[in-house]
T-cell receptor
Framework: RKEVEQDPGPFNVPEGATVAFNCTYS??????FFWYRQDCRKEPKLLMS???SGNEDGRFTAQLNRASQYISLLIRDSKLSDSATYLC??????????????FGSGTRLQVQP | DVKVTQSSRYLVKRTGEKVFLECVQD?????MFWYRQDPGLGLRLIYF???????EKGDIPEGYSVSREKKERFSLILESASTNQTSMYLC????????????FGSGTRLTVV
């Protein structure tokens, strides 16, 4: 089982729709969670951190469910410019003290006019 | 604007060559990372460094080595390039601590022929 798993999609949604992605992680000791956005042939860019109580940034809402070991990203009022691949990242912080993020393979979103 | 700069955007090398990928950051970050990204496999951690002259193996260090002689520079070395090392290589940096996300460079697309 992969440490961090995402549905690859694509999610095809019309403009204005609300869309949500989940990302599951296997290590219950994981402590830090992030969402990144990656445009085609570009580098990933940090979209937002995910806090235990959930957090919002404009049209984007991130949530953490520790009991079920997943994080989610909700995008409201989708824009054409939201079309991208969304990567989740988790700090698995193994016993060796590794301090590096493990990334999911990404979920592709295509917003259609 | 903070930056992570990778020396080459595209690189073509022959099998057996020694290849150097350079990464420089101007944010005075302690942590630096090398990932490779392949379709369907996502980002996989090769090596990372949390201080000058310090390095730790990631998930796929075989065939690679790294050098961090100065805080701002982290080099990835392919000792003897092979065709299965054809990939997109992404360098990233971050502040120490689990709460900080990464800033990525724009990537080097390496083709080994």
């Amino acid at each position: 089982r992969k440490e961090v798993e995402q549905d690859p999609g694509p999610f095809n949604v019309p403009e204005g729709a609300t869309v949500a992605f989940n990302c599951t992680y296997s290590n219950s000791a994981s402590q830090s969670f992030f969402w990144y956005r990656q445009d085609c042939r570009k580098e990933p860019k940090l979209l937002m951190s995910v806090y235990s109580s959930g957090n919002e940034d404009g049209r984007f809402t991130a949530q953490l469910n520790r009991a079920s070991q997943y994080i989610s990203l909700l995008i409201r009022d989708s824009k054409l410019s939201d079309s991208a691949t969304y990567l989740c990242a988790v700090n698995t912080n193994k016993d060796t003290g590794r301090r590096a993020l493990t990334f999911g393979s990404g979920t592709r979103l295509q917003v259609q006019p | 604007d903070v930056k992570v700069t990778q020396s080459s955007r595209y690189l073509v090398k022959r099998t057996g060559e020694k290849v150097f990928l350079e990464c420089v950051q101007d944010m005075d970050h302690e942590n630096m990372f090398w990932y490779r990204q392949d379709p369907g496999l996502g980002l996989r951690l090769i090596y990372f460094s949390y201080d000058v002259k310090m390095k730790e193996k990631g998930d796929i260090p075989e065939g690679y080595s790294v050098s961090r002689e100065k805080k701002e520079r982290f080099s990835l070395i392919l000792e003897s390039a092979s065709t299965n090392q054809t990939s997109m290589y992404l360098c990233a940096s971050s502040r120490p601590g689990r709460s900080y996300g990464y800033t990525f460079g724009s990537g080097t697309r390496l083709t080994v022929v």
